[in-house]
């Protein structure tokens, strides 16, 4: 998974992102699994740039979906914690894809 | 000269990539991770153009913002993750030049940055002294000295000395002298001629050197090497 939307960026700029791509990820699951409650909706805000900026498209998704749900002010603090648990799982199963990611 | 950018944003991440993205496109990037520290490397390298995140922690970029535009009025680019309109408003309302979502493109960055500060190059001041061996116009108080003598001209003769002085190194066509002096003319362009041998004329009983060297069929140019532009 590195996300299609390389957008003509230049070589190097486009190699450093898909070098970068496997540790930026990593950070987003280490600060959406070890933030309060009271901070997963600023988290989820703050990673959902930066994932999308280093064309982790479905990361990207995923955060988008994340905050969706903790955006609805009918969503309860369980029904929160259960969107984060699914997102971080679906964030390590993208994992994989990108060990050893190198600029081809 | 390279123009230099400030970065200020508390992700290293996406510090890291618009350092990189700013840097391959040919200009000095400093970089600074919240408010305080933005604002002390704002002091310390007076940079050409500011990329400025909004969430940044106690002193957020609206507040960063603010107090950059009450010392200064270098451009300012926010780069952040508040989409809403309403957050666009707000940041442009607190001073910024131009506002870019996250997540963003590095492209679109280092073309918004290129357009902002064109922008702001375009917006400087116009000149309003020249100075040209001798000669000294000064466009505010109309006065035109040729060492300490001062000239006596008219409104039309000043205007011609000026876009001559303004334009000190190139030959200045009649039209564009007519366009400038005149605003529009529908008549005969020896005007030009008429106008500008009566300048020569006063510049020399003044002590002065030759002005207005005609270049055939183009235009004129002022004929001496500025001492200052």
Redo the contacts between chains.
Sequence with gaps: MSGGSS????D??LA??RE?QEA?LQ?AIDELRSCPPADLR?VA??V???????QLDAA?EQIVTLSAVLADPSTTVEAAEEARARTVATLVSLQPALHGNVAS | MTDTILSIDD?Q??R??IS??LT?AGYRVVSASDGPSGIAAYHANQPDLIVLDI?LGAMDGLEVCRQLRAVGTTPIVFV??RAEEVDQLVGFAAGADDYL???????LLVARVGTVLRRGRGAEQPKTRFEAGPLTVDVESRSATVDATELDLTRTEFDLLVMLMDNPRRVVSRQALLEGVWGSWYGDDHVVEVHMSRLRTKVKAAGGPRIGVAVRGVGYKLGLEPALE
């Design positions: 957008g003509g960026e230049s190097a700029v450093f992102i970068q930026v950070r600023g805000h703050a959902h740039g930066t994932l999308g900026s280093y990207h | 992700d991440d996406i890291d990539l990189l993205a391959e969430g952040t993750s979502t996250k997540p963003f493109s590095p492209r």
